[in-house]
């Protein structure tokens, strides 16, 4: 079922869902299963998948020679969802992203998506790799993620690539963007961020989930100056309770994100990563009641592989 009918057929009941990563190859699913069993008594209607670019890993040749070779740590994101659709009877996002991928090899992993039953998929432009200041077009891929979603929705209109078949029938993916309360860190401004935001949703996104954020006033500005310029889907937040001290300064360097003085002062008083887990859950379900009693269509949780602390916010929400 799309996200979308999910949110409808909630009627004003705010969902639960989380996000998860594929894990690093050479590991049984078992792990992800045991990992998120705990959360599923929260019934999540749907989860989404990441996934990751390929990066470049360093073998030694035993010659005083490193081999430079170019792989991904964490494949099998559409896999896992379909194993997640089949183990717990819910849908599975899987995230395509344009970077490393060619528009042909899109199109075959939109066409095992359909196959496989997935309503649903996550339209995204991808980071640049770790060695790249700025983010590269792979040749023959997508640009930018409403390149992406413009692909998609010509698959959802019998389109293929090189119009090498006519189609009558057609895909019927619902697709979601990403957008950013605290702006993406390219974007010259929240504004014209937001712009891009409105492409993608008249490009036929058909739902927003956020970047997360520590400031729930931010998500509503965001929500209200989209809503401003027409962007009329819903928006759902994301949301990362903090783990460990070393977050404080990792998330706003990599998400371009703002710690509120609360939040920084708790984890610096703590005294051990154990503290700051409780910490983070703490503000998360602070963050999370005060979303809850604005009626968000859905609280979905940054999982990041570890869910216990999710389960204790989850209980005290839902
Ligand atoms: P876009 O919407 O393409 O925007 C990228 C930048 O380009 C923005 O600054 C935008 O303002 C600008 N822009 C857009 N269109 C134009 C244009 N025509 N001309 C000039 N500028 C333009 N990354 C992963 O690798 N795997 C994942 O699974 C993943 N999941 C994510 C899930 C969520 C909910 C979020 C919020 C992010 C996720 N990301 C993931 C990270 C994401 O890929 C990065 O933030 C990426 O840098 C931007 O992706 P986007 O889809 O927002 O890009």
Known sequence: MKVVDHIKQ??????????????????????????????????????????????????????GLLDKRITRMRPGTVGICASLMHKYKLDAIPHIICGGFTKEETEYV?????????????????????????????KGGNLYAKDLVEQIQDLNCGKYLHDVVEADYKYNFCVGVAGYPEKHQEAPSLNSDLKRLKEKVDAGAEYVVTQMFFDNQKYFDFVDAARSMGVNVPIIPGIKPIAVKRHLQVLP????????????????????NKAVRQVGIEFAIKQSK?????????????????????????????
């Open 110 to 138: 939109l066409v095992d998506c359909h196959y496989l039953g997935l309503d649903n998929v996550m339209a995204l432009r991808g980071d640049s790799m770790s060695h790249q200041k700025y983010f590269k077009a792979t």
């Open 290 to 318: 005060e979303l809850l009693a604005n009626n968000v269509p859905v609280l979905h949780y940054y999982s990041m592989g570890k869910s216990s602390n999710i389960k204790t916010i989850a209980k005290a929400i839902f």
């Open 253 to 272: 360097q990599v998400f371009n994100i703002d710690l509120p003085e609360e939040l920084i002062l708790a984890v610096e008083g703590c005294k051990d």
């Open 10 to 63: 909630a009627k004003g009941k705010t969902l639960f869902s989380f996000e998860i990563i594929p894990p690093k190859k050479g590991n049984s699913i078992q792990e992800l299963y045991k990992n998120i069993d705990p959360l599923m008594e929260f019934n999540p209607p749907f989860v989404d998948v990441t996934t990751s670019r390929e990066e470049y890993i360093y073998i030694d040749k035993g010659n």
